[in-house]
């Protein structure tokens, strides 16, 4: 569950780039108005991956960076799991692409380019 800090032209499309950046397919999108005036929504979404996805938790902590509050719920295995899985993440957004980012990004940080 989302609640954005404000109503603003293109706030939604910030939560959703969360996900869309890091190759997150979502399950469900409901918004909701929370009864504090015209505007103010939470959004429920159900995505695809787990918590213990490199991408899946970075989007989270995108999400509680750019929020008023971010409510987790829970992360379960799919129930249909195919032979073989969910679908493969998008190219650039692999744990293990997350994971060598975050490494060149820490030898540069450290002076070795």
């Given at each position: 569950m989302l609640w954005q800090r404000d109503?603003?032209?293109?706030?939604?499309?910030?939560?959703?780039?969360?996900?869309?950046?890091?190759?997150?397919?979502l399950?469900?999108?409901?918004?909701r108005p929370?009864?504090?005036?015209?505007?103010?929504?939470?959004?429920?979404?159900?995505?695809?991956?787990?918590?213990?996805?490199?991408?899946?938790?970075?989007?989270?902590?995108?999400?509680k960076r750019i929020c008023l509050q971010v409510r987790f719920l829970g992360s379960y295995p799919r129930a249909d799991v195919?032979?073989?899985g969910i679908r493969p993440p998008l190219p650039g957004t692999s744990d293990e692409e997350f994971v060598g980012a975050a490494d060149w990004v820490a030898r540069c940080q450290d002076g070795r380019f």
């Open positions: 109503d603003h032209p293109g706030g939604l499309r910030d939560l959703l780039g969360e996900f869309a950046t890091r190759g997150i397919n399950m469900l999108l409901q918004s929370t009864g504090a005036g015209i505007g103010n929504y939470c959004f429920c979404i159900d995505a695809e991956g787990h918590i213990s996805d490199r991408r899946v938790a970075e989007a989270l902590m995108g999400l195919r032979p073989g």
